[in-house]
């Protein structure tokens, strides 16, 4: 209610000067960043370190988007620590945030109050609207229509060493979909009903003219035993994709039928199961690409490239003991066994 129509409407594109004749061909590719006007401090120091890391050499776009307006401060000193390419600054429109007609505001209250105090984020409504967001309306934005690609970052997360080749290229000429780096476990009192509602959903739609690929991915995600969810995700916090995965007829299908079911909001369901989920019927192995040289970090954890070659050459400053990848409180290992065809 006190998101003014302004608010909503707010678009705001920068133009940086590139010297096209000196620039090789850059991708259709963007940064995606949600965020609020108060991460900016942590904002700007993630985005100078992804400029010295990566992005002096490849002057890819940035694009931010946030459920309120941006302040003239915020879009001002991004601007300024962006040297080249476009950066663009949008407000999500309300029918892409805000809990839809068909939650019962009652049952959500009784959640919300009862259900939730053991559940990380379990007491927060804006989590929610977040979740899905990212599940259902980021490759919506009319900001990001020209684009193909996206490399999700987040507001303090960061980049431990140099990328010294160009990432959306790479996955261009691997034809790669979906690119990640931490895996790990999702906490089971948020998605309580998922796994039995994806069921309904195979059963409902599986044969629907191969939308659904061939299945070769369900083990990433499917128990061997039985048929359950083995909690694993891809950490979606940091994401190189393909929008082209998410603007599927497949993908609209199984976002909508999640979303009628409520799960966002009478449960705590993340964005990141939703997409692996997503990923793992709609997906081939080839579609998917591990970044182990990426030193990444969002706290609490960090991927360290376990590789000593890599890691001179490509100046990480990350500490490898602290490498989160391959401790038993992830599923990169078991991602790459299945992706490897093991
Ligand atoms: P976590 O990583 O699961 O702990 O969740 P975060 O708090 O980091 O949120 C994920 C991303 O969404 C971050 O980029 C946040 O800046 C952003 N975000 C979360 N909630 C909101 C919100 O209410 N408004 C806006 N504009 N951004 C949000
Ligand atoms: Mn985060």
Redesign the pocket.
């Known amino acids: 209610d006190n998101i003014s129509p302004e608010q909503i409407n707010q678009k705001f594109i920068i133009h940086k000067y590139i010297n096209e004749t000196n620039l090789y061909h850059r991708e259709k590719a963007t940064f995606l960043?949600?965020?609020?006007n108060s991460?900016l401090i942590d904002i700007l120091e993630t985005i100078q370190n992804v400029e010295d890391r990566f992005n002096k050499n490849f002057h890819y776009d940035y694009t931010f988007?946030?459920?309120?307006k941006f302040t003239n401060e915020f879009i001002y000193l991004i601007s300024s620590f962006i040297p080249f390419g476009t950066i663009n600054f949008g407000s999500?429109p309300a029918e892409h945030w805000e809990i839809p007609q068909f939650i019962d505001l009652d049952r959500f209250d009784l959640a919300l109050n009862q259900d939730m105090r053991d559940i990380v984020?379990g007491d927060s409504i804006?989590?929610r609207?977040?979740c899905r967001f990212?599940s259902g309306f980021f490759y919506k934005h009319e900001l990001v229509k020209p684009y193909q690609y996206y490399w999700r970052?987040?507001?303090?997360i960061k980049l431990y060493c140099d990328i010294n080749y160009d990432v959306f290229e790479f996955m261009h000429s691997n034809h790669k979909k979906y690119g990640f780096t931490l895996t790990m476990f999702e906490y089971e009192n948020t998605i309580p009903s998922l796994w039995s509602d994806f069921q309904q959903f195979i059963t409902m739609y599986d044969d629907d003219e191969n939308q659904y690929n061939s299945n070769e991915l369900m083990k990433l995600i499917q128990n061997q035993s039985s048929n359950t969810y083995n909690l694993c995700h891809f950490w979606t916090?940091f994401e190189i994709g393909d929008f082209s995965l998410f603007t599927s007829d497949a993908y609209e299908k199984l976002f909508t039928f999640f979303d009628y079911k409520g799960g966002f909001f009478y449960e705590r369901w993340?964005d990141a199961p939703i997409h692996s989920l997503a990923i793992a019927i709609s997906l081939k192995k080839s579609d998917l690409h591990w970044f182990g040289d990426i030193g990444y970090y969002?706290?609490p954890y960090l991927q360290c490239p376990k590789s000593s070659l890599m890691f001179i050459n490509n100046k990480c400053s990350c500490n490898q003991d602290d490498d989160f990848s391959f401790t038993d409180l992830s599923c990169t290992n078991h991602f790459l066994n299945v992706i490897n065809g093991l």
């Open positions: 960043i949600l965020c609020r991460d988007l946030n459920d309120e999500i984020y804006s989590y609207k977040m990212f970052i987040e507001p303090g916090n993340g969002h706290k």
